[in-house]
């Protein structure tokens, strides 16, 4: 089996005297979707963000392309190719379209033609945003501001994407276009760590799944397994549950 992009082992973070994480361990393969499930508190958002640098672990490790990263900073991780599109998407508000653009095209050194390439690139695969360029990131509807940042993410050439509830606060057509935007960025062989609230949606463009619960991970195993283990909903809820299909995977 080819060794993980993203492998994260007994991950245990605090916020003060709180357990936010506690020895969680998951893994992302190369071009592998894999979706990070649970309910509000989970401690999803905590996973992304220590994933990508922002909080440091108080124990355990993080590695990337076979690269302890547990102390890198965020811009240091980016770099490497680990993209975070953090939750509430992240726009520069009071920059143009084109300038949030040009900082992702920035992090993943693209310069004269080849940033001019990248930035057509997204405007082909975001065509809305074309006619947007000179306005500001804080006027965008939400579902403009999701492609915007999606779009500036992929400037930065990831290997690896964090998407952190990337349909919150979208309409439901919205919904789907966002989870397609998740299949057309797996398409191009990028990974992706999906953390989402939507259970059904989710396993649907997902290979893997792990479900959190209070700071643990509860539940682990295929997509197709999760989408029919009543045990899922469960540990929604907040249940300490292990069914027979995901225990021990």
């Known amino acids: 089996?080819?060794?993980?992009?993203?492998?994260?082992?007994?991950?245990?973070?605090?916020?003060?005297?709180?357990?936010?994480?506690?020895?969680?361990?998951?893994?992302?393969?190369?071009?592998?979707?894999?979706?990070?499930?649970?309910?509000?508190?989970?401690?999803?958002?905590?996973?992304a963000l220590a994933t990508s640098g922002v909080i440091k672990p108080a124990a355990g490790t993080i590695r990337f392309a076979g690269q302890d990263v547990s102390s890198l900073r965020?811009?240091?991780?980016?770099?490497?190719?680990?993209v975070h599109v953090p939750e509430g998407r992240g726009v520069l508000r009071d920059l143009s379209v084109a300038e949030?653009?040009?900082?992702?095209?920035?992090?993943?050194?693209?310069?004269?033609?080849?940033?001019?390439?990248?930035?057509?690139?997204v405007l082909e695969r975001f065509p809305q945003l074309q006619s947007r360029l000179a306005q500001t990131g804080g006027t965008l509807s939400g579902g403009e501001q999701q492609m915007l940042v999606i779009g500036r993410a992929l400037l930065c050439q990831p290997k690896l994407l964090v998407l952190d509830e990337p349909s919150i606060g979208l309409a439901p057509m919205l919904v789907r276009q966002?989870?397609?935007?998740?299949?057309?960025?797996?398409?191009?062989?990028?990974?992706?760590?999906?953390?989402?609230?939507?259970?059904?949606m989710s396993l649907r463009v997902a290979h893997r799944a792990y479900v959190?619960?209070?700071?643990?991970?509860?539940?682990?195993?295929?997509?197709?397994?999760?989408?029919?283990?009543?045990?899922?909903?469960?540990?929604y809820l907040g249940g300490d549950v292990a069914s027979p299909s995901a225990r021990g995977r």
Do not use: W
């Open 74 to 82: 965020p811009d240091q991780l980016a770099r490497l190719g680990l």
């Open 100 to 121: 949030n653009l040009l900082l992702g095209a920035v992090c993943g050194g693209l310069r004269g033609r080849s940033l001019h390439q990248g930035v057509q690139k």
């Open 178 to 200: 966002s989870f397609q935007i998740v299949r057309e960025c797996a398409e191009l062989g990028i990974a992706i760590l999906l953390i989402e609230q939507n259970l059904a």
């Open 1 to 47: 089996m080819t060794a993980p992009l993203l492998d994260v082992a007994d991950l245990i973070v605090r916020y003060g005297e709180n357990l936010a994480l506690d020895c969680v361990s998951l893994s992302v393969q190369p071009g592998e979707v894999v979706a990070l499930l649970g309910a509000n508190g989970a401690g999803k958002t905590t996973l």
């Open 212 to 235: 959190l619960s209070n700071g643990r991970v509860r539940l682990q195993g295929s997509a197709e397994a999760l989408r029919t283990d009543p045990a899922v909903q469960e540990a």
